[in-house]
């Protein structure tokens, strides 16, 4: 039996599950690029905007922690960060435990740049919905929000 014709435990078959993961991340990815456009806090590369984002959501680190989680090295990370702080946008403290560290933590001006993005970001993802879908339409996609939060915790 091919990978064509050979069909699944649930009767789908192996080549339209294939078709479907394809699908689903251009569709999402389009999404997201959309999103982004939606709410820019500022001209920043994207190796600023994901250690800024690292920081929103994991909260305060140092600068060999963020370095390690991004996957660059600490050179570059603080390059990055440098930007940042230029910018307004990350502060350091020194670190309780080890006084020859910093940590570094986002500003009171970067949280209101998340909010106001996040904000932005919902407001057009709420008219799109509303403008777009029927009402059907929005049922279903209210009732893929869980299937596709199940994906990306998937391991």
């Not at 456009?37 to 680190?61: H, K, M, N, V, Y």
């Not at 990350?90 to 740049?113: F, I, Q």
């Not at 339409?137 to 929000?145: F, G, K, Y």
Request: glycine share 8%; hydrophobic share 40%; net charge neutral.
């Amino acid at each position: 039996m091919t990978p064509r014709t050979q069909l699944a435990t649930d009767g789908v078959s192996l080549l339209a599950t294939h078709e479907l993961a394809g699908d689903l991340r251009v569709a999402l990815g389009g999404l997201m690029r959309r999103l982004r456009q939606e709410a820019t806090i500022g001209d920043f590369t994207r190796s600023q905007l994901s250690a800024l984002g690292r920081l929103e959501r994991g909260g305060p680190a140092t600068l060999s922690d963020l370095a390690r989680a991004e996957g660059v090295r600490p050179q570059s990370m603080a390059a990055t960060v440098a930007v940042l702080e230029e910018a307004g946008l990350v502060s350091r403290t020194p670190d309780e435990r080890d006084g020859r560290k910093s940590v570094l933590h986002l500003t009171d001006e970067a949280r209101e740049l998340f909010a106001t993005g996040r904000l932005a970001r919902e407001d057009w993802l709420f008219r799109a919905i509303r403008t777009r879908l029927t009402d059907d339409e929005q049922a279903a996609l209210a009732s893929s929000v869980e299937l596709i939060r199940r994906l990306a915790e998937t391991p």
